[in-house]
């Protein structure tokens, strides 16, 4: 049996490691920022019904433009986001995941002789996704407590002079807001580099204190400005596995030239039409994970802890002088967190009311505190 070093993989792939999460079976799972409130049994019925009416249909394709899919998606911004021109679905893009979105992003506009540029720590798939379409990726340093500025920003996008800019807005891994400032700052410094794009990646952003700080309302007259986004993790909907993008049509035009024919199945567009038709009641835990988010931030201190702001559904934390050790002893007794890789760190996702409990507790435990 050949292992991976043995195939003729390209010279860019050989000794990478794939993107991966520890996935054990354990009472408490908070490691990968899922939603872990289950979806309302009145959205479970309806996803049912429209996946039971799309299986009798299922020997034909799924409608290649997911025309249906993308007016819920228009809609639910404009109501509930969006502050500038109403979005259409010529304005509006979407995949299996954020990751398929950014995946198009790369095969539109990286590749070859192409530069994309994040600023780290932040989230592991952008350099895996850029290597995986052959184009570089630089890393750029963040400020103090992993903040960013208009001006930190504006001196590396000219500096590197990137074709993609990357934005984490909440950042993941470490839940860092971004002001509108900072994505305006990367937009006029990438247009006088190199005319390149922007990609403000708000997979957290229903989590933030001010929702309203959006890039959303940022498109109007900016063509290179694109918006990614999730159902993974406000909408509870991470097995769904759908991600949208907000931009200008001609980005829309962009992404369709390199996307793989029919690649959103009538299964997940039923199951992302359902969710969306309840969009209130599917964001109704938003308010109690934010809740015990700030719970983990206040407990955490107490401890002697180190929380670092944060806007998301997580919390990273530092002050600790073994962080894998804590990791480990957490999860011997039942609780799975994540060790990004930053030293003296851990990360901890948001749970519910009674895992947040369990988590505050074992932590005590394993500190003696």
Not at 80 to 102: C, I, K, Q, R, Y
Not at 355 to 369: I, M, N, P
Request: a negative charge; one cysteine or more; hydrophobic letters at 45%.
């Amino acid at each position: 049996m050949a292992n991976l070093q043995d195939l003729p993989l390209r010279d860019d792939l050989k000794g990478k490691e794939p993107y991966g999460a520890p996935q054990l079976s354990v009472p408490v799972s908070l490691n990968v920022n899922e939603n872990t409130h289950r979806i309302p049994e009145e959205v479970a019925i309806d996803v049912i019904g429209r996946l039971a009416a799309a299986v009798l249909d299922i020997n034909r394709y799924p409608d290649r433009e997911f025309l249906a899919l993308r007016q819920a998606l228009a809609d639910y911004l404009n109501a509930e986001v969006h502050t500038g021109s109403p979005l259409t679905t010529n304005n509006l893009w979407a995949a299996n995941g954020s990751n398929e979105v950014l995946q198009h992003i790369f095969q539109a506009f990286g590749g070859p002789g192409r530069s994309a540029m994040g600023f780290d720590p932040t989230y592991s798939m952008y350099p895996l996704l850029a290597k995986g379409m052959g184009t570089d990726y630089i890393s750029a340093p963040r400020g103090e407590r992993y903040e960013l500025t208009p001006d930190l920003i504006r001196q590396q996008v000219l500096k590197h002079k990137p074709n993609i800019v990357l934005l984490c807005s909440p950042n993941n891994p470490t839940g860092t807001p971004l002001s509108l400032a900072c994505i305006e700052a990367a937009y006029q410094a990438v247009t006088e580099a190199t005319g390149g794009v922007v990609v403000v990646d708000e997979a957290y952003a229903e989590f933030g204190s001010e929702t309203s700080v959006s890039a959303l309302a940022l498109l109007e007259n900016r063509e290179r400005l694109m918006v990614s986004r999730t159902m993974s993790k406000a909408f509870a909907f991470a097995g769904a596995r759908v991600g949208y993008l907000a931009a200008d049509a001609a980005v829309v035009d962009a992404l369709r030239l390199v996307r793989l024919p029919y690649h959103l199945s009538a299964f997940t567009q039923a199951a992302a039409e359902a969710a969306l038709a309840h969009s209130k009641l599917m964001l109704s835990t938003v308010a109690d994970i934010s809740l015990q988010r700030d719970r983990i931030v206040d407990s955490l201190r107490d401890m002697g802890l180190d929380p670092f702001r944060s806007d998301a559904n997580f919390v990273l934390f530092g002050g600790l002088a073994d962080s894998e050790q804590v990791f480990e002893a957490l999860l011997e007794r039942g609780v799975l967190i994540r060790n990004v890789g930053i030293p003296g760190t851990l990360r901890v996702t948001a749970g519910t009311e009674s895992e947040t409990t369990a988590l505050l507790h074992a932590l005590r435990e394993v500190l003696g505190r």
